[in-house]
């Protein structure tokens, strides 16, 4: 998390330094990407744990519902 805070205040002063409004939005809209491309990042893997955690076990219901939302978040990840 310290790190999204860093990353954040530097592009917080990258915007402030933007002199063309296009730009700044331009510029906020790639950010909004960056941090939501990497929430989903962060699921992928939680999820992919569980899918691999639940396979050790032979509980292949629970597997495949989280295999479902792995799916979904590289569909996701894919429209970025």
Do not use: P
């Amino acid at each position: 998390m310290e790190t999204n805070k860093e990353w954040i205040n530097i592009n917080e002063i990258k915007v402030l330094h933007v002199q063309n409004d296009d730009s700044k939005k331009i510029f906020i809209e790639d950010c909004v990407k960056e941090i939501k491309k990497s929430r989903l990042e962060e699921s992928k893997k939680e999820i992919m744990s569980k899918v691999k955690h639940f396979e050790e076990k032979g509980m292949f219901e629970e597997s495949i519902k989280y295999a479902e939302q792995l799916l979904t978040i590289e569909e996701e990840l894919r429209e970025i």
